[in-house]
């Protein structure tokens, strides 16, 4: 067996694209509720660092056990066969399309509401003459 078809079987990647979609959308979260909060500058880049030196944690913990409907198991206990396996492969498989769909969602929020808040409340103060054409000169005044 090949190492992919092994992870495919495990549901590491499964798992691992679960643990980047909730990551991106918690980071992205984290970067927008700073501000508001008046919470410190570097909070976003604690919890990206966090979620960095966890990938690795729950990769090793995905390869080694397995989620059954009775609980966690190790994989060397579960059978090949295990029809709770292939029903956890499907709900792995909802679970990443509702954290992408929610990021989306978040995404375009994040997108479009800053900016019609920001024209809303801070106009710029027009400079006195828009152009240097406009501007008599030093001379002439």
Known sequence: ???FTEL??????KVSMAYLALGWLVVEVANTVTPLLDLP???PKVVLW?????????VVFAWIYELTP???KRESEVPRTHRGVQRTARWLDYVIFGLLALAVVFLQFTVSVPRSRQ???RQRARPR???TSARPL????
């Not at 495919?8 to 990647?13: P, Q, S, W, Y």
């Not at 966090?50 to 729950?58: E, R, T």
């Open 1 to 3: 067996m090949s190492l």
């Open 8 to 13: 495919k079987r495990r549901n590491v990647l």
């Open 41 to 43: 500058r570097w909070l």
């Open 50 to 58: 966090i979620g960095i030196i966890g990938l690795p944690l729950v």
């Open 70 to 72: 009775e609980g966690l």
């Open 119 to 121: 024209l809303r409340g």
């Open 129 to 131: 003459y828009a152009s």
């Open 138 to 141: 030093p001379c002439c005044r």
